[in-house]
């Protein structure tokens, strides 16, 4: 597909039996042939997406020293705060600073598999206790605007509305990213967040709008991914693509460093199921099937296990401070 910019869909079309067939197409054809689009008729308030970005704004703002009193080192989950250059992608250091919020469980106390080590508590500012709040709202929101997607998905791809759904019943292991993109120190930074595909279901992202610095890789070359007000930036992630034999298309995309003088906030949510569930592969019908590209052995053998292994072994190689407190005896070991 030639793009210049990312198409734009209007999930509203969906619950109109008029227009639902016309939006199942449209969301199956962008998602074969480039995995992004903008997302626009999700339902959720203009005012809850001005709240997501004020709350960040005062978690960046709170002094140094509130942040670090919840740093990920003090979490064997990977909650909490991370500070600039503290996760990696390809090894190499993601200019950024965040926080990492996902659903709040008790811990397991004797974990069965390495991946249940990744189920516990949030850290939250105790000056700020509306993040919890405010963040609490944002999880339960996206979590159906995600259910509602994986069931458009699913009967584009003629299988019944629920086919996903099993592996998403069972305490999803969805998180929440809130990322400062910081102005570059000096030229030695390349990368707001390097070059990679997403390795979970897919991504509901709201970046602050009038910034720049998202940009995904499409046919044409890289092209800029630029917030639209209230508007998610929806890419899947490689099990939709390993689950569907390659038909659907989990893209490169990158973070570019900010401009000189410029912050930019950017809100990912990250839907993912059950740590123990393995997405449903999908029977696709002959004429979808014919353009099906296949995924690799390696990455079949790799991402069609349960989610938690995956998740696990992420997290690992992306946050080391973290797996060299908690788990140095896996250290190179991913």
């Known amino acids: 597909m030639t793009a210049k910019q990312l198409p734009i ?11 639902a067939e016309q939006f199942r197409e449209e969301l199956r054809r962008v998602t074969h042939e480039i995995g992004f689009f903008y997302l626009t008729g999700h339902g959720i308030p203009a005012e809850d997406f001005t709240q997501i970005l004020e709350v960040s704004q005062k978690f960046f703002d709170l002094p140094e020293e509130e942040k670090l009193a919840i740093e990920n080192t003090h979490s064997k989950h990977f909650r909490g705060y991370t500070r600039t250059g503290g996760e990696h992608t390809r090894g190499v250091v993601d200019w950024r600073e965040q926080i990492d919020i996902g659903a ?4 397991i106390a004797e974990p069965e598999h390495d991946y249940d080590n990744l189920r516990g508590p949030n ?8 993040l919890k709040t405010i963040t609490d709202s ?12 994986l069931s458009e998905w699913a009967l ?3 299988q ?4 996903f759904a099993p592996a998403f019943a069972n305490e999803p292991e969805s998180f929440i990213k809130i990322i400062r993109y910081p102005a570059a120190v000096d030229d030695s930074v390349t990368q707001g967040v390097g070059e990679h595909r997403d390795s979970g279901t897919l991504t509901l992202l709201y970046p602050q709008p009038g910034t720049s610095g998202l940009q995904v890789l499409t046919a044409d070359g890289w092209i800029d991914a630029d917030p639209i007000e209230n508007t998610f930036i929806v890419n899947i992630g490689k099990l939709l693509e390993v ?4 038909y659907l298309k989990a893209t490169l995309h990158r973070v570019l460093p900010t401009k000189p003088g410029e912050d930019r906030i950017s809100v990912p949510f990250f839907y993912n199921p059950a740590l123990s569930a393995q997405l449903p592969a999908v029977d696709l019908p002959p004429e979808l099937a014919s353009k099906a590209r296949g995924v690799s052995v390696d990455e ?3 991402l069609h296990t349960v989610y938690g292994d995956n998740a696990f072994a992420s997290r690992l190689r992306s946050h080391p401070n973290v797996t060299e407190k908690h788990y140095p005896h896996l250290v190179g070991a991913q």
Request: aromatic share 6%; glycine share 6%; with cysteine.
């Open 9 to 19: 869909l209007d999930c509203s079309l969906a619950d109109d039996p008029a227009t």
């Open 104 to 107: 709040d469980r008790p811990a």
């Open 123 to 130: 850290q939250y500012p105790e000056s700020l206790p509306e």
């Open 138 to 149: 944002w999880f339960k929101q996206l979590s159906e605007v995600g259910d509602k997607l």
């Open 156 to 158: 584009s791809l003629g």
């Open 160 to 163: 019944p509305a629920d086919h």
């Open 243 to 246: 689950a569907t034999d390659g």
């Open 300 to 302: 079949l053998d790799v």
